[in-house]
């Protein structure tokens, strides 16, 4: 404000008024927006949730950074609500139907098949989820944070595809099965190669969206590298999963592209896969016809994962209603087909068999609500260039949301970050949105 003052002396009376006038709004917006502290706080939340450096540095384990980075984001925030008399969160119907999971998981409590280790989930792992869902739709609430975050993510995929990669030319695999996988980057997220795959599966729209919105040559050339290394370390995963959300992506964007300026990207793209097909890993090819002949493939996983789904069914036919209990679809399996300690690998069945058909109800009501919200930003923001930028990246996130869409199909991370941080991101979408159309 001072500096539009000093610099004015000399302008007419009109032009003066004008300039404080917008210069007022801009730190009215400011105010609105919230202090930088929660902003970078849960940036450093992220970094901390993809990267794991306490696994490099021993030394920080004792700190619990992601405990640490998540609370100085949540009581920063509130503070600073507090202090501005404003509301301490925006309350949207995707926040109401999240809320809505969490309390049928909490009235459904008395019927799981362990109480105890239900709420220890619910407080462990979901309620967490959640505060993360909530906080990133209120604090990226700008266009400046929007792209710092997706800037973040594309940035952050850089060390994890890089592992991967150096991991399959190190020869460093899981063990001596029949299919080789490599090992895994040490992190909450990450501790296997399909979680990897997904992990970069999800932040690779966002990537290409940034690098469609750079006019610079340089910045638009790296993020077009960062988006090739991650398609790289996906093939290098042998997920067949990952496989299928890498190519799904690739025809989304192919069919958008193919109608904008940006076509040449298309054919370029096009060309360099073809070009790059003879060098696809020994064994990738025999790996991917087991998608859809899953008595051919030699580690017994898709079998497996066949017969989890036809007994998770099962279940969901025998208590449609309550369910095994938030978190409990381990228990209500082993009782199913036998002892085998492991989880239904499809989101959605998770939902089913945990919470019944209506905790899979809210969930896909809280997924379609979320790509629905990106759609409405790309529709408030198309065709005009000045927000082009909100346009690509809103573009960008429900390609990601699409891409789990797919992935859930074949995951086990129901009430995990992988969704909810790309959900997450659609609400910040629409809060900058509306900061901008409004201001």
Known sequence: MRAAQRCAWWQPETLREAVAASSESADVGTESAGGRVPFWALMAFTFVLLLAPQEFIPALAPMRLGLLTAAVAITTHVADRFTHRRPVMRVT?????????????????????????????????????????????????????????????????????????????????????????????????????????????????????????????????????????????????????????????????????????????????????????????????ERLRTITDIRSDPTGSAQERWGDTQAAIRLVSQSPIIGAGVGMNILALNDMRGALWKKVHNVYLEYAVDLGVPGLVLFLAIQAGCFRTAASVMRRTAGRSVWRDLFLLAEGIQVSLAVFAVAALFHPVAYHFYFYYMAGLALAARAACEAETQG
């Open 93 to 285: 119907r995707e926040t109401v139907v999240a809320a809505g999971i969490a309390i049928w998981a909490l009235v459904t409590l008395p019927w799981s098949y362990w109480p105890g280790g239900s709420l220890a989930f619910l407080l462990d792992m979901y309620f967490k989820t959640l505060a993360i869902f909530w906080l990133l739709g209120n604090v990226v609430n700008t266009r400046e944070r929007l792209r710092l975050a997706a800037w973040g993510l594309a940035l952050m995929a850089v060390p994890l595809a890089a592992f991967g990669v150096h991991e399959y030319h190190a020869g460093r695999f899981m063990d001596e099965g029949p299919v080789k996988r490599i090992l895994s980057y040490e992190a909450p997220l990450t501790s296997n190669p399909n979680d990897l795959a997904l992990v970069l599966n999800l932040i690779l729209p966002v990537t290409l969206a940034l690098a469609l919105l750079q006019e610079a040559t340089g910045p638009r050339l790296l993020l077009l590298g960062c988006a090739a290394l991650d398609a790289v370390a996906v093939i290098l995963t042998f997920s067949r999963a990952g496989f299928i959300c890498l190519a799904l992506t690739g025809l989304i964007y192919v069919v958008k592209l193919i109608r904008r300026p940006e076509r040449g990207w298309v054919v370029a793209a096009i060309v360099l896969i073809v070009a790059c097909a003879p060098l696809l890993p020994s064994g990738y090819l």
